[in-house]
């Protein structure tokens, strides 16, 4: 079932391909179809924040007239659609059929509450959203059969403004559907798809946006139509609600509706795939079909688990989905008689051993209803295994069956356009075929010292370039109120050690570890001769005030002229953003408190970029460092006997510690030609360690031998 796509204007006939281009995210991992677009209106491209969708809306139509006569554009467009069609219309990757099974054979439902694809399309949070996204472009480049499925809401998650206090003020952005590159799914009379979701009552009704990611199709449910009243219109409003009601509406409408889509346009899916547990009652969905097909409870829950990927995102208790049973009674009580179970027996699935009496656990549903488990690093695996001992009892720690699959990120998405020619260049043109295979980056210990560095020199001004332009945005918008555009990184230098910190801001990463001893930090800071500085950015959670303190000491920080302007927030983390600063700051800087990173992936963006990381061994961190291609410093183990200021106090000045010793020495110890050997020798390992390692080609490879190709036999069974 396709989507309707409709443009406004109708590009000339000889470009008409146009528009498929700008509705498949796929242009957003090939620099060539972006600079196509850029091409045709550079205004326009700036303008539509890199939007095709919106720039061909507002476009006019002699600009299209007169590219269709330009034969440089005309030759540039052929060769896009040609690896277009190529790469998504016709085939496409054949890793998959190849290696795993006949794509016919599997087709794999993959649920997540969020999407990080790109920032025109504001379906995300943080990590989990961009490794669903990478995911589904990776899945596309190998050919895998995968259907995802998510949520659209219309006001995105949240746009970030400072107040001159430093306190994040949360504005909503209403999503501008017509300028977003989503499609309404309609049924066979071209009406909106409508599909209510089954058994819950009082009823909700959903519609279905399609979003194309390559070859993937992406659905996304919407409550914000005509048939639902206003309280379930607001289901899907914002992302990670705070309204434990509303949140456990989410997740029915999820879970339960989003199976109900997939019914509804006929698309079978054998295997399902849940990204956390907030889709967990997917699996619920899918028992539920089979008891009403004449199966027993049992089997049918038998069967599914077989079938069932359940991949667990969260190291503490405490950040999983518990609602309260009455509150499940409310929108379940008819749900479990649907199931063949009673009351008892349907809380029994999500009730926690471990604290029976708190609700039901969407991580314990999941991970009783599922048989292939994992977390997301090998670290995270361990501390699943213990979180969730007691859901096997008789086994020892290390036999609970969660195994881990170490997240990875989408090469072609993260790596720097200028970084990919000269890897084109020292690698072989082709090397991004052969991405994941350790041999590929060998060669870039050949790529001499300037050349590399230069790169990087170049990717760093373009950051200071783009906060500079920023600020002077914000400057001419805020008038007099300087302070907040002085704390934006007007006064970044390009010749000093740049350190990048940017991520959800939220207690466990410790954003302002690195502030605690202010006057060594100082010190560090304003060496004349050896001067340090420190990008921030970060979004709280709207109702994270404990992350909005975090981020308030951080933006005094930045507007106190005692750090002599050496340290930078800046408003508004996007995709966009996090693009400039992983390719642009010299070193990346991660602080969490272990064990609570489960994986971290922003650090591996770097790391690919020939940024090295200077990480608390934490996450990914720990399979990651190798004690040549970045730095670990602090305590990995939780230390009982200290408190959380103690510990924190003592990884601080571990952190200033090997800045002082290791790292500002290093970076300084430069050549008659301006280069430090040393660092750039860093720079090397960090991305021959982590383009193959930590790609998302190495993990969705993973998956499907570790998980999806187990669960063919139950399929074919
Ligand atoms: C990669 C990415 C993240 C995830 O970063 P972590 O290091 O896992 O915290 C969050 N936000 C954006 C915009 C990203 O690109």
């Not at 924040?49 to 540039?76: C, W, Y």
């Amino acid at each position: 079932m396709d989507g309707l796509k409709r443009l406004p204007i109708e590009a000339p006939d000889r470009i008409s391909g146009i528009a498929a281009l700008a509705f498949n995210m796929w242009w957003g991992w090939h620099p060539e179809a972006r600079m196509l677009f850029k091409r045709l209106s550079r205004a326009e491209w700036k303008l539509s924040g890199h939007n095709p969708v919106k720039m061909l809306t507002e476009i006019d139509r002699k600009t299209l007239d007169d590219a269709s006569k330009d034969q440089d554009f005309l030759a540039h467009y052929d060769r896009v659609m040609e690896r277009f069609r190529e790469e998504v219309e016709n085939g496409g990757g054949k890793w998959f059929s190849q290696n795993v099974c006949d794509p016919e054979a599997l087709p794999i439902a993959f649920f997540s509450a969020e999407y990080g694809l790109h920032r025109s399309l504001p379906f995300y949070a943080g990590g989990l959203g961009f490794l669903a996204g990478d995911f589904l472009k990776e899945s596309s480049d190998l050919g895998l059969p995968l259907t995802a499925v998510g949520f659209m809401y219309p006001e995105g998650y949240l746009r970030q403004k400072i107040s001159l206090s430093g306190w994040q003020e949360n504005l909503d952005e209403p999503l501008d559907r017509a300028g977003a590159a989503i499609s309404k799914v309609t049924d066979e009379k071209g009406r909106p798809l409508l599909v209510k979701v089954p058994v819950i009552e009082p009823p909700i009704y959903v519609e279905v946006w399609k979003i194309e990611v390559g070859k993937i199709p992406l659905y996304l449910i919407d409550t914000d139509i005509e048939a639902n009243d206003p309280w379930n219109r607001r289901i899907s409003a914002h992302l990670y609600t705070g309204n434990i009601e509303q949140r456990l509406r989410q997740e029915i409408v999820l879970g339960i509706g989003g199976s109900a889509v997939l019914a509804a346009m006929g698309l079978r899916h054998p295997v399902l795939h849940l990204n956390e547990g907030h889709p967990a009652f997917a699996i619920m969905e899918r028992i539920r079909e089979g008891v009403s097909a004449g199966t027993r409870f049992s089997d049918a829950l038998r069967n599914i688990k077989e079938t069932t990927v359940f991949t667990t995102h969260t190291p503490v208790a405490a950040g999983t989905d518990v609602f309260p049973f009455e509150l499940m009674e409310k929108y379940f009580s008819p749900y479990w008689p649907a199931l063949g179970l009673d009351r008892e027996s349907f809380f029994d699935l999500g009730m926690n051993p471990a604290d029976p009496r708190a609700g039901f656990n969407m991580t314990v549903f999941a991970l009783k209803c599922s048989s292939h488990r994992n977390g997301v690093s090998k670290r995270h695996g361990e501390i699943a295994r213990r979180m969730w001992h007691s859901l096997w009892p008789g086994r020892p720690e290390e036999d609970v069956p969660v195994r881990s699959v170490t997240n990875g990120v989408h090469v072609p998405t993260w790596i720097e356009p200028k970084m990919e020619l000269l890897f084109n260049r020292h690698l072989g043109e082709d090397w991004k075929s052969r991405h994941d295979q350790p041999e590929t980056w060998e060669a870039v210990r050949k790529i001499p010292d300037t050349e590399l560095w230069n790169t990087h020199y170049w990717l760093k001004m373009k950051l200071i370039m783009r906060i500079m332009e920023r600020a002077r945005e914000r400057w001419i918008e805020n008038g007099p109120d300087a302070r907040v555009v002085l704390a934006e990184g007007v006064f970044l230098d390009p010749n000093a050690l740049t350190i990048g910190f940017a991520r959800r801001f939220t207690t466990y990463k410790r954003a302002s570890l690195v502030l605690s001893d202010t006057e060594r930090l100082k010190r560090l800071l304003n060496n004349k001769w050896m001067p340090v500085q420190i990008i921030f950015a970060g979004k709280a959670h709207p109702a994270d005030d404990a992350g909005k303190h975090i981020l308030q000491q951080v933006f005094t920080a930045a507007s106190d002229p005692a750090f002599g302007g050496r340290i930078a927030f800046v408003e508004e983390y996007d995709e966009q953003f996090a693009q400039y600063m992983v390719h642009g700051v010299d070193l990346w800087l991660n602080t969490p408190l272990p064990p609570l990173e489960a994986s971290g992936t922003s650090g591996m963006k770097a790391a690919l970029n020939g940024v090295p990381n200077l990480s608390i061994p934490d996450g990914w961190w720990l399979e990651g460092y190798n004690g040549k291609n970045g730095w670990a410093f602090g305590t990995t183990e939780k230390d009982e006997t200290k408190n959380s200021r103690q510990r924190d106090a003592e990884d601080a000045a571990a952190l200033y510690d090997i800045l002082e010793s290791l790292i500002i020495p290093l970076f300084y110890r430069m050549n008659s030609d301006g280069i430090s050997k040393g660092w750039v020798q860093v720079m090397k390992e960090a991305i021959i360690s982590a383009g193959p390692g930590f790609s998302a080609r190495r993990m969705v490879k993973e998956y499907a031998t570790k998980f999806y190709e187990k669960c063919l036999l139950a399929v074919a069974g």
